[in-house]
């Protein structure tokens, strides 16, 4: 009698973690599905829920259209320089963070999540309006400028709490041992710290991969991949759309999947702790 | 201040880059947004005209509505998803490894992806209908995204689908903190798994709660792109209306309702750390 209502949580454990699984994983099957199916499967009011009739068809009009590359290759461009100056401008600083006081380290990092705080509307309509005078709209180099604005903070926030972990000891042997700042900084920190710099590149690499309101503002002609998606989810273009937003998905499955091993929480809490 | 620079110069010259680029161009534009919602043309003083524009408008004060209801719902369904979720990762089970994996997939997911999907879920003729359908549950097919209450619930759903993984991650991490030698002397002074629960569990996770809670809280009040997407300007939020706004033409008025998010966020943080929190989760450390 005793084991009956833990064998029943047992089977409300089951049926929860299935009904999870399926509701996680079904999106990303139909969005694949439809890419692949013919009209007649979708458009209609009963659409199917198997693939009956593969298709090459959308994915042969949007290859051979020449709408993917340049968007697929402006967005690679801006994602790899935002990656590369972000961790330029920000692994230094956060490294000089994380050694200061106290009381200048909890300011600095208020004032990132401050930043952080202010609607990205608000943002980038000042940027837009200022890009305008630089003759900035519509370029790689306006747009890498406004995708930083995010990824900066965010970027810190992992990257001080990384500098934060290695101790200070390890520095302070190796100015013992007659090392000056910058060969310490050389042979000691940047060893120590470049697995957490890896992954945050990659994170900041993908939410600049993904963004899309600083594209919205910023362009006017050439868009990035998912301003593409957008144009056809307004033209109600189904196939293209389901097309086009696997092949952005794509790349960022396989880097999550292969950083799953480092994804780890306190990335994420960054510097700010319970 | 010459000493300090000569003992510092390295690190100084180190933080220097990043503190121009984030003065210059994240808290100049702040101002700069700020200041242009109390400008108008032809004056070169401040007026609170755009303000009272914008507050006469019916759809933006709908859309200050839809934001604090999508917010308030959606924080409180995906915490209680998101705990149970975890709690269930944190038990021993064959295939857990596989679970994880799924359950934080969508993480990668770009929304402008989940936003998509979402639109052959929630369509007319989309396969939740079907499915619906195919249960014998429903007759006709239900327009989810027409408008109303049942709209802002498929916005919800969307968000949750694309957030959870990282509220799972988070809280996953808090539990997995909390040591094993305490869930044992409540079992010998014979609690039971609820009372464990409510006593220990939760007080225990309040840090990692109240940070999921601020971080979740600040993204939930700027929804934009999956509102854009799924319901156009049909249904406005603060954002989208900022956003329509600025499309028009109309910057002071964009400006404006930017700005009111930014106090409706800075307001709602205020209320969680003195009223509900008070101090105890969240600390900088």
Known sequence: ?274 | MIKCLRKYWLEILLIIPMTIYILGFTILPIFQSIVMSFRSEGNMGLTMNNYHMLFNKPQFLESIGNTMFVTVVSLCYQLVLALLIALALKQSFKGRGIVRAIVLMPMGIPTMVSGVMALYVFGTSGYLNEILFRLHLVSTPINWTVGGMRSLFVIVLADTWKVLPTLVLLLLAGLESIPETVYEAAKIDGASSVLTFFHVTLPLLKPSITMSILFRAVDAFRIFELPQILVGSSIPFVATYSYEEYSAGNLAISAASSTVLLVMILLFTWFYMKVIDRGEGFNVT
């Open chain 1, 1 to 274: 009698m005793s084991r009956n209502p833990r064998k029943l949580g047992k089977i409300f454990l089951v049926i929860g973690i299935v009904l999870v699984c399926f509701c996680m994983i079904a999106p990303l099957y139909l969005l694949v599905k439809v890419s692949f199916s013919t009209p007649w499967e979708v458009n209609t009011a009963h659409p199917t829920l198997l693939l009956h009739q593969p298709t090459l068809k959308h994915w042969k009009q949007v290859l051979s259209s020449g709408n993917l590359f340049g968007p697929f290759w402006k967005s690679l461009v801006v994602a790899t320089c935002t990656m590369v100056l972000a961790t330029v401008l920000v692994a230094p600083a956060s490294y000089v963070i994380s050694r200061t006081s106290r009381k200048i380290r909890a300011t600095y990092i208020l004032v990132l999540f401050f930043t952080k705080m202010f609607p990205v509307v608000g943002i980038a309509l000042p940027i837009s309006v200022v890009f305008l005078k630089w003759n900035l709209l519509d370029t790689n180099t306006g747009l890498v400028l406004a995708h930083l604005i995010g990824q900066v903070p965010f970027m810190a926030w992992i990257l001080v709490s990384t500098f934060g972990s290695i101790p200070r000891d390890l520095e302070e042997a190796a100015f013992i041992d007659g090392c000056t700042k910058m060969m310490a900084l050389r042979k000691v920190v940047i060893p120590l710290a470049v697995q957490g710099i890896a992954v945050a590149g990659l994170y900041v690499w993908l939410n600049s991969w993904n963004e899309f309101t600083y594209a919205l503002y910023l362009s006017l002609t050439t868009k990035t991949l998912p301003l593409e998606v957008y144009y056809y989810v307004q033209r109600g273009g189904t196939f293209q759309m389901a097309a086009y937003a696997t092949i952005l998905a794509i790349p960022v499955i396989i880097i999550t999947f292969v950083m799953q091993k480092y994804l780890r929480s306190d990335y994420l809490s960054g510097a700010v702790k319970g």
